[in-house]
């Protein structure tokens, strides 16, 4: 693809009211809707509206304090089916955790969607964070991270045969008595330490070969995993020259895995804060702050710096915490944290507030224009491939984005004005990959 040809790829990264934590405390917030699938529905409709590549579910296994707002509702692959109804042409992504499923479940699930969407589906490929999590699935802890993307790269391997098990032309529908051609069906006889699977699927091979797999891993371990295998990446990214570094280190290491960069979207999130002036898009930040607890903030601030937060001083600078490489929980996030303490020297009481929506993802606060101008200065300068989406308060900051956003990036060029194709691999510039058999070769 050349430059004159590339395209920006945009998703819509749904989460409850939207991504600012107070957003369901807004009094116009669609909190009593959370678990209404027509309201799922109707936003990915808008985003389908807005020619966006997909909509994407983030997904967790335990409850917080509940009192804090809401953080899951609907399982995300249950919604999509639904969802997927809604819609014609909008990819649909999901996590799924490699630590909790099994491969074969994975495999089914994703592959009966793809055929329920008619080739639609993306797997956010995860290995899950939190020891509460684990305890919800048999385990005291978490394992060690680096267990974990080891399951990771089989648990995918696993997948991959099990979606190849049945050839493009495996079904024959001769009702003389040839439903499928067992030439074209095989088992895939996995066995390690992990895993034990025969196969094949019980379902017939997915419309896109492959759901696309997508990663979002920040750790050494996670870059490792994503360069071998994601086909779309998203990242965190707080500012310009993080994204670039990033940016260039993963497509240096997807290159030396013998693939093509180009050909890997990376979408870092995206918060937009969006007004006819800029002080309009400040006044709406600033209406969300104003709804920002402390105390809860606090609590997940703990989260992500892995400490107790509650006595922190909110209008004295951030203690000092410790540095990346002794941090032993998500490190994407800290290392973003840590980068945000050392260009805004914030109080944290400031540092509550540039987390609030998002937990450190870029933020844009403007007109659409202003908007569309560092969108397409991130996007000219190696910063991105495109943005997953991560309105504040849904659905108004999706609203904004396509009703006021997408039009300028359509008029410079930068981003389609129709769907030119049906399936997700289709709107990522992606190929299909081919059955790993031939029943009518055999």
């Known amino acids: 693809m050349t430059f004159e040809t590339r395209q920006l790829h945009l998703n819509l990264f749904i989460f409850g009211c939207g991504h600012h934590k107070a957003a369901w405390r807004h009094p116009q917030s669609p909190v009593e809707q959370l678990g209404d699938v027509t309201y799922l529905e109707q936003l990915a409709r808008t985003a389908e509206r807005g020619f966006l590549d997909a909509v994407f579910f983030a997904d967790g296994h335990a409850a917080a304090n509940v009192a804090d ?29 490699s630590t909790f499923h099994t491969p074969f ?6 592959a009966s969607l793809d055929h329920i969407s008619g080739g639609r589906v993306g797997w956010n490929v995860v290995t899950s964070m939190f020891d509460a999590e684990a305890r919800n699935h048999g385990l005291e802890r978490m394992p060690e991270s680096l267990d974990r993307y080891a399951r990771a790269e089989e648990f995918i391997e696993v997948v991959l045969g099990l979606w190849d098990s049945w050839a493009d032309d495996a079904l024959r529908y001769d009702r003389s008595g040839v439903y499928a051609d067992p030439a074209g069906v095989r088992a895939i006889n996995h066995r390690s330490e992990r895993f034990l699977v025969d196969g094949p699927l019980n379902v017939p091979r997915p419309p896109q070969g492959h759901p ?3 990663q979002a891993g920040a750790s050494e371990a996670g870059r490792q995993l994503a360069a071998r295998r994601a086909e779309a990446i998203y990242a965190v990214a707080y500012d310009l020259p993080s994204a670039q570094a990033y940016y260039r280190d993963l497509k240096t290491r997807i ?25 309009e898009a400040k ?47 998500p490190k994407g996030r800290y290392a973003t944290i840590q980068r945000i303490i050392a260009v805004e020297r914030p109080t944290v009481r400031e540092l509550l507030g540039r987390l609030a929506a998002g937990g450190g993802h870029c933020t844009m606060v403007g007109t659409p224009e202003q908007i569309a101008d560092k969108i397409t200065h991130w996007f000219e300068h190696e910063g991105a491939d495109g943005f997953n989406l991560m ?33 997700l691999r289709g709107h990522l510039g992606l190929s299909r990959p081919g059955g790993a058999l031939s029943a009518r070769s055999r």
């Open 105 to 110: 479940h994975a495999a089914r699930m994703l």
């Open 69 to 97: 707002g809401p953080l899951w509702f609907l399982e995300p692959m249950t919604a999509l089916a639904a969802m997927s109804r809604a819609t014609s042409r909008i990819g649909l992504v999901s996590t799924i955790s």
């Open 255 to 279: 290159r030396q895995a013998g693939r093509n960069p180009g050909a890997v979207a990376i979408m870092p999130g995206l918060v937009t804060y969006l007004g006819s002036t800029e002080a």
């Open 391 to 423: 309105p504040p308060t849904l659905p108004g900051g999706l609203d904004d984005f396509v009703d006021h956003v997408v039009p300028v990036l359509q008029q410079r060029g930068l981003f389609r004005h129709s769907y030119d194709t049906d399936t």
């Open 212 to 214: 696309v797999l997508f």
């Open 283 to 329: 006044a709406k930040q600033r209406e969300l702050d104003e709804l920002l607890p402390a105390e809860d903030s606090l609590r997940q601030l703990g989260q992500f710096v892995g400490q107790d937060c509650m006595d922190w001083e909110l209008d004295a600078p951030v203690p000092l915490l410790p540095p990346l490489e002794e941090f032993t929980g």
